[in-house]
């Protein structure tokens, strides 16, 4: 059943609250939005924190980012939204958020591309990792185009992450899984290092989907094994001790929990 803009509206508050009691998201930061039609998009504001608002502070703005209605100003990153409406016609929402684990994972420049976890594999696939460019310019989606068409969730350098699908629910649980994953490779690496699926295993994850009624454009690439530096673990390529990484991760987990 189709829903109102009033109901996508109530929709995109309500993903926003959920954001934002999960920590992934401070103070005004991250953007939702949900394509309305062809022509029109349903976005946040900027400048509102996203646990904090009301269906009419929402605003709407044309495929090429121009508000034509609402009373608060447009966010500077509405050409993201823009960017994967345009190169993805079965997205319908998008949830750009600061997830701390994945945002950490893209602040130290690694994406999330290890073979780890069935579920990942066959309701997500790879988290690819796009480099930094200049929030608010088209410095910001440019390294992003590749990877629109082939996956369904991405790490920003030094950034974020941005997840989409189609309704805001189903990018707002890929954002989910996104941090879900970050965390339990976090924990891997502090425990000796993640033991990755042979490829093999992943074909055949991959070939299940269609089973489990999952419908993604992600490829079973780039899944990859552990790189070779990564096989020379021990205390010395921490900058921290061991001890205090993991008291940090703990903080980490526990934060909005």
Same mark, same amino acid.
């Given at each position: 059943?189709?829903?109102?803009? /009033?109901?996508?509206?109530?929709?995109?508050? +309500?993903?926003?609250?959920?954001?934002?009691?999960?920590?992934?998201?401070?103070?005004?930061?991250?953007?939702?939005?949900? /394509?309305?039609?062809?022509? #029109?998009?349903?976005?946040?504001?900027?400048?509102?924190?996203?646990?904090?608002? %009301?269906?009419?502070?929402?605003?709407?703005?044309?495929?090429?980012?121009?508000?034509?209605?609402? &009373?608060?100003? #447009?966010?500077?990153?509405?050409?993201? %939204?823009?960017?994967?409406?345009?190169? #993805?016609?079965?997205?319908?929402?998008?949830?750009?958020?600061? =997830?701390?684990?994945?945002?950490?994972?893209?602040?130290?420049?690694?994406?999330?591309?290890?073979?780890?976890?069935?579920?990942?594999?066959?309701?997500?696939?790879?988290? =690819?990792?796009?480099?930094?460019?200049?929030?608010?310019?088209?410095?910001?989606?440019?390294?992003?185009?590749?990877?629109?068409?082939?996956?369904?969730?991405?790490?920003?350098?030094? %950034?974020?992450?941005?997840?989409?699908?189609?309704?805001?629910?189903?990018?707002?649980? /890929?954002?989910?899984?996104? +941090? %879900?994953?970050?965390?339990?490779?976090?924990?891997?690496?502090?425990?000796?290092? *993640?033991?990755?699926?042979?490829?093999? +295993?992943?074909?055949?994850?991959?070939?299940?989907?269609? &089973?489990?009624?999952?419908?993604? #454009?992600?490829? *079973?690439?780039?899944?990859?094994?552990? =790189?070779? +530096?990564?096989?020379?673990?021990?205390?010395?390529?921490?900058?921290?001790?061991?001890?205090?990484?993991?008291?940090?991760?703990?903080?980490?987990?526990?934060? /909005?929990?």
């Amino acid at each position: 059943m189709t829903k109102t803009e /009033r109901e996508l509206r109530q929709d995109i508050v +309500e993903v926003g609250r959920l954001v934002w009691q999960k920590g992934w998201v401070a103070a005004n930061d991250g953007n939702i939005s949900i /394509r309305l039609d062809p022509d #029109r998009v349903l976005c946040t504001p900027t400048g509102v924190s996203k646990g904090m608002m %009301h269906p009419d502070d929402l605003i709407i703005v044309d495929m090429q980012g121009n508000k034509i209605e609402g &009373r608060k100003e #447009r966010t500077s990153e509405i050409a993201m %939204h823009l960017t994967i409406y345009n190169l #993805r016609p079965d997205v319908r929402a998008v949830v750009h958020a600061h =997830p701390p684990v994945a945002t950490g994972f893209a602040a130290a420049g690694r994406p999330l591309t290890l073979a780890l976890l069935p579920e990942v594999i066959i309701g997500l696939g790879c988290v =690819p990792l796009a480099e930094y460019g200049l929030p608010g310019t088209p410095e910001l989606t440019e390294p992003m185009l590749p990877y629109i068409p082939k996956y369904d969730a991405i790490l920003m350098a030094n %950034h974020g992450a941005v997840c989409y699908g189609e309704d805001v629910y189903k990018a707002y649980f /890929r954002m989910e899984t996104v +941090e %879900h994953f970050a965390r339990i490779s976090l924990v891997a690496e502090l425990l000796g290092g *993640p033991k990755v699926l042979p490829r093999q +295993e992943v074909e055949k994850l991959f070939q299940a989907r269609e &089973r489990y009624g999952i419908t993604s #454009r992600a490829a *079973p690439e780039p899944w990859c094994p552990v =790189p070779a +530096e990564e096989a020379v673990r021990g205390e010395e390529r921490f900058e921290v001790t061991r001890s205090e990484l993991v008291a940090l991760v703990n903080a980490a987990l526990k934060a /909005r929990a």
